[in-house]
């Protein structure tokens, strides 16, 4: 079993509204990462970690902003919402590079 | 620059019929592939990987996947499909010479599996 959790698993708010995603792991790994993903459409990675105060953007444009002050977590940030920003959030993470990535269940952000 | 491409949409099987998801991929040097399951409403669940040795690789719930250098192919199989098995399958690639670690996924390509 997968132990990374997300909340809140889903939020509605206006726009405007700041707004932090959530994102914890027990299992003690370096690596961390956020992936934005449409229903039903493909991931695409916006943040990345490999450790503590290491954080990069991905391969999307993304307005959100990443923080890692410890291993175990890994904060996505909205600070003005916006309807572009409606979608579903996936953070991430593995012990290694030849290693399988553990999903959380995702948060599915709408804004109004 | 890495990429990896899942050429179908949607494949439909019967029940009980071999399925076949297909996936290439381009990347420097020597390939770490991945495939994922995703359900309806749920997070992406880890099936299978390639590393290096056996081209042939198992995985959960009865799938395998055979690594094609030549074809820079990793099509993910099942020898007999079941109606549970149908949701969004992710094949996904890391460069072993990357010094990014970072995991490219392909579209997507949902399997629809018909009693």
């Known amino acids: 079993e997968a132990d990374i959790y997300q909340t809140p698993r889903y939020l509605v708010i206006g726009t405007g509204k700041k707004i932090t995603l959530e994102c914890s792991q027990t299992?003690?790994?370096?690596?961390m990462y956020w992936y934005q993903q449409d229903p039903g459409m493909e991931l695409h990675l916006i943040h990345y970690s490999y450790g503590v105060n290491s954080t990069e953007k991905g391969d999307l444009s993304s307005e959100s902003t990443v923080s890692r002050i410890r291993t175990e977590h890994f904060p996505l940030t909205l600070e003005s919402a916006r309807p572009s920003h409606t979608s579903q959030y996936l953070c991430?993470?593995?012990?290694?590079?030849?290693?399988?990535?553990?999903f959380g269940s995702g948060t599915q952000l709408s804004v109004l | 620059a890495q990429s990896v491409a899942q050429p179908e949409d949607q494949v439909n099987v019967a029940e009980g019929n071999p399925l076949t998801v297909k996936c290439t991929y381009s990347?420097?040097?020597?390939?770490?592939l991945f495939w994922y399951v995703q359900y309806p409403n749920r997070g992406l669940q880890f099936l299978l990987k390639?590393?290096?040795?056996?081209?042939l690789v198992k995985g959960s719930y009865g799938f395998e996947a055979e690594f094609n250098k030549s074809q820079t192919s990793f099509h993910l199989k099942k020898p007999s499909a079941l109606v549970s098995d149908s949701a969004l399958y992710f094949c996904?690639?890391?460069?072993?010479?990357?010094?990014?670690?970072?995991?490219?996924f392909g579209q997507g390509t949902t399997l629809q599996v018909k009693p």
């Open positions: 299992m003690g790994h370096d690596k």
């Open positions: 996904a690639v890391r460069g072993a010479n990357s010094n990014t670690g970072k995991l490219i």
């Open positions: 990347v420097s040097g020597n390939p770490y």
């Open positions: 991430a993470s593995s012990a290694g590079f030849r290693e399988k990535l553990f």
């Open positions: 390639y590393i290096t040795g056996d081209n």
